[in-house]
Nanobody, 128 residues
């Protein structure tokens, strides 16, 4: 059993930066991947970024590419999402998620249904 705890959300002005962190308890297998998703009010949960735990290969949604950077620290069992040049449309609850089974291709990493564990979420609000 793995528990995920996010931190680092808050209120920031448009153009600002925030760094989200996700701490995982329990064992993370080399086949795993850690992802970030977000959900804005009245909208469906959407993929933001994901990183393969072993190789550190990152995948990004087009809407955040070039602005967000995902990373992981295997020694600390943590993953982070550095968010720069934030826009009001980035406002959402951000969730980290862990996928146990290895798979290949962007479609696998962006699919929320393939993630096994989820954090409780952290609010990010970007004011204009």
């Amino acid at each position: 059993q793995v528990q995920l705890v996010e931190s680092g959300g808050g209120l920031v002005q448009s153009g600002g930066s925030l760094r989200l962190s996700c701490a995982a308890s329990g064992r993370i297998f080399s086949s795993s991947a850690m992802g970030w998703f977000r959900q804005a009010p009245g909208k469906e949960r959407e993929f933001v970024a994901s990183i393969s735990w072993s190789a550190g290969i990152a995948y990004y949604a087009e809407s955040v590419k070039g602005r967000f950077t995902i990373s992981r620290d295997k020694a600390k069992n943590t993953a982070s999402l550095q968010m720069n040049s934030l826009k009001p449309e980035d406002t959402a609850v951000y969730y980290c998620a862990l996928k146990i089974i290895r798979c290949t291709g962007y479609g696998c990493y962006e699919s929320a249904g393939l993630y096994d564990y989820w954090g409780q979420g952290t609010q990010v609000t970007v004011s204009s």
